[in-house]
C-alpha cells in the first residue's frame, strides 16, 4: 500500500508541473542528478528527497499548512498595520464606482473634497483595523486540511492554496469581518464622514444615494486580504529566502 501511495503521490506532483504548480517542480522531476544519475521522481519512489531524506505524504501535507500559516501571517501583519490598506494602490478602498457621481459633486462645494478625502482615508483604516481578526479563521481552516486538500492544491497553479482557503474561509471571515467593520467605522468616525458626505450630495441630487458602508467595506477587506495571502503563497513557492522554516524548505526547497 505505501509503494501504490507514493506512486500516486509521484503522479499528482507530476500533474502538478504540467499545470504550472510550484516553481521548477517539473525541472526536479525529470532532471538526473549528475552524481546519483536519478531524476526527483527516482528519488521519491526510492522513498528520499533531493536532500536524501524521507519526504512522505505527511511532509507535503505539513509544509502546506506551514506555507498558508506563514503566508496569511505575514499578509495579516501586513495590512493590520497602518497604512497597510491605504498606501496600497492595487487594494486601496475607494468610493464605490456607483457613487462617483458624489465625489464630482461633493468635492466642488466649500470643505467638500476634505470630506472626500477623510471618508477614503476612514474606510481604509477600517480594514486595518478588521484585518486583525483573519488569522484565527485562517488557522482554523489550515487546521482541517486534508491530505486530498493538500494534493488538491499541489495540482493546481501558485494561487492554488489561497483558493482554497477563500473557498473555505469566506463565509466565516465575513460573519468575522463584519461587526469588527462597524466597530472599525464608528472607531475612526467613517461613518460620521459617510453620513456627511452622501448627506451633502442628497441635498443638491434628485437621485438619493445610500450604500451598504458596513458590507462594501468588508468586501473590499476581504479581497485585499486574499489578494496580499495570494502574494505570499507565490513568494514561498518560488523563493528561497521565503522558506523559513525546515518544513518549507524540505517540502519547496527540494523542488526548484
Not at 509544509?63 to 491605504?86: N, P, R
Not at 478625502?117 to 483573519?134: P, T, V, W, Y
Not at 453620513?195 to 476581504?222: C, H, I, M, R, W
Request: include cysteine.
Amino acid at each position: 500500500m505505501k509503494y501504490i501511495f507514493i506512486c500516486s503521490a509521484v503522479l499528482v506532483l507530476s500533474l502538478s508541473a504540467q499545470a504550472q504548480g510550484i516553481k521548477g517542480l517539473i525541472k526536479k522531476a525529470t532532471t538526473k542528478d549528475s552524481t546519483t544519475g536519478k531524476s526527483a521522481v527516482d528519488k521519491i519512489i526510492g522513498g528520499t528527497s533531493g536532500s536524501g531524506t524521507q519526504l512522505s505524504s505527511t511532509d507535503v501535507v505539513s509544509g502546506l499548512k506551514e506555507a498558508l500559516a506563514v503566508g496569511t501571517q505575514k499578509g495579516a501583519e501586513k495590512l493590520s498595520a497602518a497604512d497597510g490598506f491605504f498606501k496600497d494602490a492595487a487594494i486601496k478602498i475607494l468610493i464605490p464606482a456607483e457613487a462617483q457621481k458624489v465625489i464630482t459633486t461633493v468635492s466642488k462645494i466649500p470643505g467638500g473634497q476634505k470630506m472626500v478625502d477623510d471618508a477614503i482615508l476612514s474606510m481604509n483604516r477600517a480594514a486595518e483595523d478588521a484585518s486583525k481578526s483573519a488569522a484565527p479563521i485562517f488557522v482554523n481552516a489550515i487546521k482541517n486540511m486534508s491530505i486530498t486538500d493538500a494534493f488538491g492544491i499541489l495540482k493546481g497553479g501558485d494561487t492554488a492554496a489561497t483558493k482554497f482557503l477563500r473557498v473555505t474561509t469566506s463565509g466565516a471571515l465575513t460573519e468575522a469581518f463584519k461587526p469588527v467593520i462597524q466597530t472599525s467605522l464608528d472607531k475612526v468616525n467613517a461613518t460620521q464622514y459617510w453620513n456627511k458626505l452622501f448627506t451633502t450630495y442628497n441635498k443638491f441630487s434628485l437621485q438619493k444615494v445610500n450604500p451598504d458602508l458596513t458590507g462594501y467595506v468588508t468586501d473590499k477587506a476581504l479581497a485585499g486580504m486574499f489578494h496580499q495571502v495570494a502574494l505570499e503563497e507565490q513568494k514561498i513557492r518560488k523563493d528561497p529566502v521565503a522558506q523559513t522554516t525546515d518544513i518549507l524548505k524540505k517540502v519547496f526547497g527540494s523542488k526548484q
